[in-house]
């Protein structure tokens, strides 16, 4: 994949300025916070979000990245899986070093705990795994959507990597990720586990699918 | 550009929901969005304004460097092209009168410190006589700098 032209300076200051950024942090808290562990954490990643697109300092392009808060939402997840890393790598330090004599007597009741979530783990990705197999068949006749989904898989996520990778519009893309979300919102409650997508998410991809469908036709750039 | 990372099952699911959840916020209306953000225990008003407050300094601190930035840039252009349009010396100096000269422009007090800064850098008086040319070509380009920067400051 080629690396994009640096953005225009000016034309990225121009789209800053336009944007209504009392919204956008309000729009950023909502995302941020069910997925911190505290108020503080999400307000320190929304904060970092908007200061590195501000100053300059991260890729934000609006040629690339037609909308400003999926771009920060994306940072905000990136950097939260950042910080769940360094927290993982810190708790296995603090665990390695502060291990004792007393830690051996407590050994079958940690294999105990380590089997639970082993089967826990394999429970999941049974369900993830039947989860995308369904939905590929679901969408094995929409080749865009179909497309989009082994993008999704193959963790390219920019509106304009994903127009470049298909040859599709980002129009077309735009359209085929709503027809996604709809057979994804059926599929999880289909092959139920935890957090179906909710019923507003529904509602809405459904008048988007109605809207998209005389878009199928035609969609290649 | 990040390099993509193959995701597994279940983030690819994860990523699925994220992105249908990032739609809803981004439909919420306003009044939505506040209900929501006062259930998180936020005062939508007291963020608003933080957002547009930071927002608002951020924009200026980077109007300024642009500012800084495009006058760096300005000057720079000017030094290049009075470097580019220099005549090209005639002949190739002895070396001790190559030294003389460097001498001289490194006392020059227009150039301050900058001259013995770039010559002692440069190698010194371990320099080659061609190395020792380029230094001389660059004091040279440097005193006309100066005297031109002093002739921008007295038009002012």
Known sequence: MSTPPPPDRAAVLAFLRKQEWGDLRLELLRFAMPRCKSRELAEDLVQDAIIKVMTGDSSFDPSQHPSVARYMMGAIKFALADERKSARARKTVALSRGRSDDDDVREGDHLQATNAFSEDVAVKVDLFTRRITELRGRLARDAVALALLDLTIAGVDTPAERAAATGYTFEAIEAARRRMQHHAA?????????DPLDADDERRAEQAERGDQAEQEGEVA | MTTPKKRTPAETWEAIEDDAEMDRILALSKEEL????????????????????????????????????????????????????????RGKLPRVELLAAIDRACNDPRLGVRASVLYRNRGGGEATDEQLEEILAQLEALADQAAAEKDDAEKK
């Open chain 1, 186 to 194: 059926a599929v999880a409650r289909e092959i139920s586990g935890d």
């Open chain 2, 34 to 89: 506040d209900a929501e953000l006062r259930a998180d225990g936020f005062d939508p008003a007291v963020e608003r304004a933080r957002g547009v407050a930071l927002a608002n300094e951020l924009l200026a601190a980077r109007d300024g460097r642009n500012k800084w930035q495009d006058g760096a840039s300005a000057k720079l252009d000017a030094a290049r092209a009075r470097l580019a349009s220099r005549p090209t010396r």
